[in-house]
């Protein structure tokens, strides 16, 4: 499937394609999410909430993992859509990377309904937090269900998937 998809999105390069690609649920034509481009380049993509890098691996790794019909709508990008500018051949190498490390984490993704909460003594004893490590606390502070943790964290989600193991392993958070 993965081949598939860069194929096309390899042929719409080559002819300069600029416009909306649109990826629909064959079952009841509703937008999957959208890719961006303008002479060729990638632009910018939306899928749910994101309309940046992570929106746009996270439509890929949906797409691998689904079936989805195709819209081409030609079109000019506005200003305010143009968040990337990445050729399709540095999106197909950066995609490699990441659904390799998406599909070690995939089965270590905890269940939706799940409730994460920061445990308080971690902080008072000032452990040691990478960045993106005290970036998903702050969103577990404010969302704790896990999956609103997903929705509103600007990580990828296979590296919140990682970054939640870590912190379970250094007991900096708890699941209730």
């Known amino acids: 499937m993965k081949d598939k998809i860069f194929t096309f999105l390899d042929d719409q390069s080559v002819v300069g394609f600029t416009g909306y690609i649109n990826f629909l649920d064959p079952s009841n034509s509703q937008i999957i999410g959208t890719i961006f481009f303008m002479n ?20 890929l790794i949906k797409l691998t993992e689904s079936e989805y019909r195709v819209v081409l709508e030609p079109g000019i990008i506005g200003k305010t859509d143009r968040k990337l500018n990445l050729s399709v051949k540095a999106l197909k190498k ?32 000032q452990k040691t937090l990478t960045v993106p490590e005290f ?26 998937t ?3 193991v ?7 958070i708890k699941v209730l």
């Open 40 to 59: 060729g380049h990638i632009l910018g993509s939306k899928y749910g909430s994101f309309s940046s890098h992570k929106g746009l691996i996270n439509l």
């Open 135 to 160: 970036n998903l606390l702050t969103t577990i502070v404010d969302y704790s269900k896990v999956e609103d943790v997903y929705k509103n964290s600007q990580l990828i989600d296979f590296e919140i």
């Open 162 to 164: 990682n970054i939640l």
């Open 94 to 125: 950066d995609f490699e990377s990441v659904f390799a490390e998406y599909l070690k984490s995939k089965d270590l993704k905890p269940p939706k309904d799940l409730t994460l909460v920061v445990n308080p003594q971690y902080l008072k004893d």
């Open 166 to 172: 870590n912190l379970r392993k250094k007991e900096a």
